[in-house]
């Protein structure tokens, strides 16, 4: 069983910065997909970011250049750095891990952290 506890969501101004972190515990297997999923109020759920199990990172079209995906293995922590924010931003963030990284594949689940992009 693996735990996933997002923090460091809030409000900010666009074109502002974040950094969410997501602190991990329980039996973590050495292979592992970690990702950031976003959903904002009557879309779906969609992938952000991730670190599969090659540690090759992956950033949606919508975020990349200003998102920066990555982790601590000695902290157990996976941060989303999230620069030059856009009101489109503005979701509930969840921090996800499974063997993949399909959503199809995720087997663990944060609780979520809000987000909120103002302009």
């Known amino acids: 069983e693996v735990q996933l506890v997002e923090s460091g969501g809030g409000s900010v101004q666009a074109g502002g910065s974040m950094r969410l972190s997501c602190a991990a515990s329980?039996?973590?297997?050495?292979?592992?997909?970690l990702a950031w999923y976003r959903q904002a109020p009557g879309k779906e759920r969609e992938r952000v970011a991730y670190?599969?199990?090659?540690?090759?990172?992956f950033y949606a079209d919508s975020v990349r250049g200003r998102f920066t995906i990555s982790q601590d293995n000695a902290k157990r922590t996976l941060y989303l750095q999230m620069n030059r924010l856009k009101p489109e931003d503005t979701a509930m963030y969840y921090c996800?891990?499974?063997?993949?990284?399909?959503?199809?594949?995720?087997?663990?689940w944060g609780q979520g952290t809000r987000v909120n992009v103002s302009s």
């Open positions: 670190i599969d199990i090659d540690d090759r990172t």
């Open positions: 329980g039996d973590i297997p050495n292979k592992i997909c």
């Open positions: 996800a891990a499974g063997r993949y990284c399909l959503i199809s594949s995720i087997a663990y």
